[in-house]
């Protein structure tokens, strides 16, 4: 299939090309509208983000880039205050303007919201993050403070549902996956142990199959539902 069949294909959904071919041939089969995969985000405000300051600068994502944290975290109930760290690290130790990712996932597969999509994110390497949406997940995947951390399958399952909803509402092609280190030499992230996913296509396809089973939407949870799940992570 090529890149423009896929992406229409991705876009309608197999239940909607099916109706479309099966309407005359069978007018008593009920229709099904597919239910869509929701990627449930923690707002900014219900993490405690700092507002963004000037200097943010338009993009459109055309690419998905996969990143890590690079930092272990064995108890995800400090997942919210790890999010929270990274962005002062950006914003006040680097001087970038915001966190420098689009979203943030933790071990458990919650989703972050981070920097806005439409303005590009930030790097402390020597690659241009222009037209790349920015995933990173929380932990140590190459083993830079200890043994290599093994991705959950929750934590998969999330990154490639933020993926796909990118790659819908952007039109990008998902083999445009790619780690950070594919981009330069001068780090190790996403970490071997997401890198080698990337490589074998694993995670390509469960972005395929999201995108292939319909739509696939953010919901941005309202701020007290996001808080509440923030509480639930850092009492559990
Ligand atoms: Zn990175």
Redesign the pocket.
Known sequence: MDRRSFLIAAAVGPMALSSVGGRLADAAEPTTTPVPHEVPLISRAAWGALRPRAGLEPHTPVRLTL??SGVRLTDNSESPSRVQQHQRWHMIEKGHPDLDYHFVIDRRGHVFQGRNPRFRGD?Q?DYDPTGHLLV?CEGDYQGVSGPPQKPTPSMLRSVALVFAAAAQRWEIDPRTLHG?RDYTEM?S??GGELERLIHNGSLQESVEQFLAAGPVRWRKMPKAEGRAVVHRIESS
């Open positions: 990143h890590h790097t390497t990173c950070h780090t992230c996403p």
